[in-house]
């Protein structure tokens, strides 16, 4: 074992050896020691993930002929700048950025796609279109429409074609109406119109007036109804008005319409050696109108009124009408209805009073003497009531009934009868809304009539009234109306004219623009007391070609048939007619 002073010595010299060279090394490095900072990172097994990413020996640094020179940061591998203020020394200026072109963001039509708008003017692709696609026409300027998008079809592909009818009868309109200029606030939508070519009207006031005039021409191959039949020419002029009340509370409305009709020949005065049953001159009019007002008390009582008036003439053909006329006599009737109507709750209640007068003209014969018709004349008084039940808004059930009094100016007809009378009826029904399909109201009851002559038995029949719709497609309606009166007749021993009359209407329309209108006619008239019975079949079809809203060409070919037990009193006509309708 080695020991002694110069052991001691030679120790200590080796250890001065190795330590002298570790000092002068940690003298010369004038960098300070770090510590390793512990991160989650430090626990990932990828390469270079134990030091942080500014201290990677392997980072990417800036090119040498950056800005900044050898001592100018770089970036990352995640593209942070790795720049830090300590790498350029304290002495080295700043760079001049005299002359620099700087650059902001992106550079200009870096996101521009390839078919959109490129702020340097390339040359952008263009949209390919299949074979015979149509084009998108691109906006003529300012305030136009965006350019149409390619159509589609129901699935989402793009369809080759556009039909025309989507185009067809649609008024262009302009940009700032559509609510297709850029940067415009969006219009409300209108609402859809039912009837593209219904009537406008005007506004005077506070009313809603809406008119129109039909002018026809057409022939007629038995217009006085006769058994042997003679055909005419005629012509037609049927004006309309209607005006509606645009009133918070209260409401007025008039309705009129009326026509004559006129034939430019006449009728011989004789048939085979007899009298003729028809007039010589077949012209006749017809107009019937009337106004009805609302008064609103309170808002469950209203004041009503009407007032009405009735002008036409016997039918031809009907047994009231004297053998040997001129013409056929006019008979005006009018009057008017006054009542109260009552809501309680669910629960209505109406009721009114009648006054109604008939006058008939005096009848101008062929001879040149004139025939009074003073016997036919009567005013007639009487009330109607009704007391309806909203079960469901789409239900409501009535109960009506009306009674009247009939008197004559004077006391005995031209055959000697006593003819007043006095009678009424009574009907249930219901007024009903299924689905909006099928609409409309209808009842059954029963009507009588008792005369004070004791030779005219009473007039007495069931009573029937419909009026229903029934939209079956939003192109074809269906519609069936029913009707029942008591009428006067001139006929010796008997007491009256009970008319039943059934109408079934279609109405189809091809296009909003063109409509046809098949109808269908039966009626039956019971003479009671005299025997007779007659049954009339009417076949009518019309063509409507709507033009535009004011202008309607319209086209109708009717069959009109009376067959009586009466032998010689049954006759047959056809008639065809071209006309015009003006509306507004």
Known sequence: MKSGPAWGRRKRAMTLRALLPCLALVACHETSAQAQTLTPDLFRPTRGDFVSPQDLPLRKTASSNSVGGDNAGGVDINGNSTDDSGLRGEDTPAPSRIGQIPTYGLPAANGASDSGFDSLNRTRKKPQLYPGQAKPKAPVG???????????????????????????????????????????PPRKRLKVDDDPFGAVGDYAGSFLIESAVEVSAGYDTNPGRTNVPKGLPFWVVAPEF????????????????????????????????????????????????HVDGRL?????????????????????????VQAGLLRYPIYTSFGGTFGIDQNFNRLNVAVGGTVDRTVYQDSALTDGTTSSNDDRNFNQYGGVGRVSYEVTPALKPFVEAEGDTRVHDLEFDRNGYDRDSSGGYAKVGTSFEFTRLLTGEISIGYAARNYVDPRLNQLSGLLTAASLTWTATPLTTAKFYS????????????????????TFEVDHDFRRWLTAIGKFTYGTMDYQGDGRTDQVYTIEGDVVYKMTRNLWIKGTLRRDILDSNIVGAGSASTVAMLGVRLQN
């Open 296 to 320: 609103d008390v309170t808002e469950n009582t209203y004041l009503t009124a009407q007032a009405r008036l009735l002008v036409s003439t016997d039918n031809p053909g009907s047994p009231n």
């Open 142 to 184: 300012p305030g136009s429409s965006p350019p149409t998008p390619p159509p589609v079809n129901a699935a989402g592909y793009l369809r080759l074609s556009i039909a025309p009818s989507e185009s067809a009868n649609k008024t262009p309109l302009p940009p700032a109406m559509a609510g297709t200029v850029p940067g415009q």
């Open 483 to 502: 009707t029942t009166s008591i009428d006067e007749t001139t006929l010796p021993g008997t007491s009256g004219v009970l008319t039943r009359l059934y």
């Open 242 to 289: 209607v005006a509606v009340s645009d009133w918070d509370r209260h409401a007025l409305v008039a309705d009129l319409r009326g026509s004559f009709t006129g034939y430019g020949n006449s009728l011989p005065p004789t048939i085979d050696g007899a009298v003729s049953s028809a007039p010589t001159d077949v012209s006749r009019p017809n107009f019937i109108g």
